[in-house]
């Protein structure tokens, strides 16, 4: 009679049943992330390996003409790095502070009801397509915005600064979202503290929110960075295919990632030395945002902030 009292029950077995299910398939789940990451390095390193053979490194990371397709060909891989920095550094320098202030008013100013409005439109707004909004960049913020406000040279039909402004408007609502996830898992008693020692809510803000949620948000502001950095149709359609070194954001540009996807569609001949710049280019930026992860990581564990 003991050892049947002693059994687990039916209701107590079906959980653990469940338990081995869920477990299994979230192991499932990140070993096919990894099985995929792998596969993608896999894939573009032996072109990579190929492109560096035909072609020397050296001229590929110093040289300022990226010209694959004329006679005699250039590899430098410059113009389309600060195209890059350039689309990336626009949109980051929208995105990061109007998100911080989106997401400061929707955790610690907005009322519940208009928080349960306000966040799921502002999520929808990330679903917005991107070629609309290179469009929106083209026929729009560059005419109207950047070639009459830029003092800068003379604006064409296409610039870094109309892409930037349209990947920060595309990046936005994921940066709001992220940092008021963070801040809404700060625990309401270090507020009420706060508070009740006289702090204003702007203090509240930024001496106890910000730092305690300060590696969720550094963990959105990396994946803004990635996001602005692996954009591609905007930047096609709105910084334009013209690879050029410069640091003017009223020029156009072309990214490493419009590259890619301007060349993939190209009539470069397959297995041709042009053909396998997509890889060494596309190599260059997952490298880019391979370090940029790490780093968030790093970040993330220092500051990282643990409440009961």
């Not at 295919?241 to 470069?268: C, E, H, K, Y």
Request: aromatic fraction near 10%; charged fraction near 10%.
């Amino acid at each position: 009679m003991a050892s049947e009292s002693l059994a687990p029950s039916g209701q107590l077995l079906r959980q653990r049943r469940i338990e081995l299910i869920v477990r299994s398939s979230l192991s499932v789940v990140g070993l096919v992330s990894v099985v995929v990451t792998i596969a993608i390095v896999a894939s573009l390193l032996l072109p990579t390996l190929e492109f560096f053979s035909e072609i020397s490194i050296a001229e590929f990371f110093t040289s300022k003409v990226w010209a694959p397709l004329f006679n005699p060909p250039r590899f430098g891989v410059l113009p389309l790095v600060t195209g890059t920095f350039l689309v990336m550094s626009v949109a980051v320098i929208l995105a990061v502070p109007c998100g911080l202030g989106a997401a400061f008013y929707l955790s610690e100013y907005a009322s519940p009801r208009l928080r349960k409005v306000v966040k799921p439109v502002l999520e929808v707004l990330a679903g917005i397509p991107t070629v609309v909004l290179g469009f929106f960049a083209l026929n729009f913020v560059n005419p109207q915005v950047v070639q009459k406000f830029w003092p800068i040279g003379d604006v064409g039909t296409f610039s870094a600064l109309s892409a930037g402004l349209v990947v920060g408007v595309a990046i936005l609502p994921l940066m709001a979202s992220l940092a008021e996830d963070a801040m809404s898992a700060v625990p309401n008693s270090l507020r009420d503290g706060a508070l009740a020692l006289g702090a204003t809510r702007r203090e509240v803000c930024t001496g106890v929110i910000f730092p305690a949620a300060l590696s969720g948000i550094v963990a959105a502001v990396v994946l803004a960075f990635s996001r602005a950095i692996g954009e591609t149709t905007i930047a096609l359609m709105a910084a334009g295919s013209n690879p050029r070194f410069t640091l003017n954001p009223g020029n156009g540009v072309q990214t490493m990632a419009s590259f890619i996807g301007f060349a993939g569609i190209g009539d470069q001949p397959t297995g041709s030395t042009g053909y396998k710049t997509i890889f060494a280019v596309g190599s260059l930026l997952f490298i880019i945002t391979f370090l940029l992860n790490i780093l968030s990581i790093r970040v993330v564990r220092r500051f990282r902030e643990a409440y009961e």
